[in-house]
């Protein structure tokens, strides 16, 4: 029997794709400066190279791509983006830095107190209303709750506002299915993990894509919080039984969400419990802060809104305004 002779990635790339110019889609699921990989109609991954300098890509992308033979050897060019029905996007140093595209929802993970961050997951769940994206809080590590720490009444705060929650533990196993049960819907296609270092993301990841490559970090005893283990936007294909596989987005945590890219009104818009008490204000346009007879202020007053929240949107305005200024 004669010795099979290896294809070269060129002579791969041929047979599974055509010599024609036509126009294919894909979904990015990685991206750096000139290159991408590509999520196919087919659910195949593949090597790509972005065909424009111009191009702006981020992961999630839809795009128009096609086989290039010209330099004599093949290759996959993206050469256009396709509009974008969301974007998740975040500031930072006065840029606004794309993270995900085109997601059915977004999933920001969390952890019992002290890694229960209300700042960060305010950020995100504001620039996900921004954009129109359905966010659920995922609280990971429940083995590891106590039944005084506060966690239920976090949750609590964030059930009031509309947030759908879900409660896990990757470790144990625990609550797993109920996770498993939201992306395994049919209607999903697409969806995104988030959360500060040390929430136990990578972990929850690992237990859902175990053919995956996820690191997994350790949590500072002194800080409470975790050493950062994915450093750019990464889509895995996440099987399913009863239907097409779907795109599974690990998010880069990061400890500063900046918020510098949306409007003053976008983040009132964020806070849905703030909103309802508007009409109680004395005066229309009341920006919760310094008016006098401010239904918002006497609510936080009397407990019947979160503190938490409450001084989240008073930062997210502050930071507008101040970088409005320069």
Request: aromatic fraction near 4%; charge should be positive; include cysteine.
């Amino acid at each position: 029997m004669g010795r099979q002779s290896r294809q070269t990635k060129s002579e791969a790339c041929e047979d599974s794709w055509d010599r024609t110019s036509q126009d294919r889609v894909g979904t990015l699921t990685v991206v750096t400066r000139r290159h991408a990989q590509i999520c196919t109609s087919s659910h195949q991954l593949e090597d790509a190279v972005l065909g424009a300098r111009g191009l702006e890509a981020c992961p999630g992308d839809k795009v128009s791509f096609n086989l290039d033979t010209s330099a004599g050897a093949s290759k996959l060019v993206v050469h256009e983006i396709l509009e974008r029905r969301n974007c998740l996007k975040r500031s930072s140093d006065r840029k606004t830095k794309l993270l995900v595209a085109n997601i059915d929802v977004l999933l920001v993970v969390v952890a019992p107190p002290p890694l229960f961050n209300t700042i960060a997951i305010d950020r995100v769940l504001t620039a996900a209303a921004q954009q129109a994206i359905p966010a659920c809080i995922v609280l990971n590590k429940v083995d590891l709750k106590k039944h005084d720490d506060g966690t239920q009444a976090l949750l609590a705060t964030y059930r009031s506002a509309g947030c759908h929650c879900v409660e896990t533990s990757a470790t144990t196993g625990e609550g797993m299915q109920a996770l498993f049960a939201l992306l395994t819907q049919e209607t999903l296609h697409a969806a995104a993990f988030t959360g500060i270092s040390g929430v136990g993301k990578s972990t929850i990841l690992r237990a859902l894509l175990p053919e995956a490559t996820i690191r997994t970090g350790e949590v500072s005893v002194r800080t409470g919080q975790g050493r950062q283990t994915t450093s750019q936007t990464v889509g895995h294909l996440f099987q399913r039984a009863a239907t097409a596989p779907a795109l599974l987005f690990d998010l880069p945590g990061v400890q500063q969400f900046g918020v510098c890219h949306l409007t003053e009104s976008e983040v009132h818009a964020g806070f849905p419990e703030l909103e309802r008490l508007r009409s109680q204000c004395k005066f229309s346009d009341c920006s919760h802060h310094a008016e006098p007879a401010c239904a918002v202020r006497e609510a936080v007053l009397q407990g019947a809104l979160a503190a938490s929240r409450y001084r989240s949107y008073l930062d997210m305005i502050k930071e507008i305004r101040a970088a409005a200024r320069y």
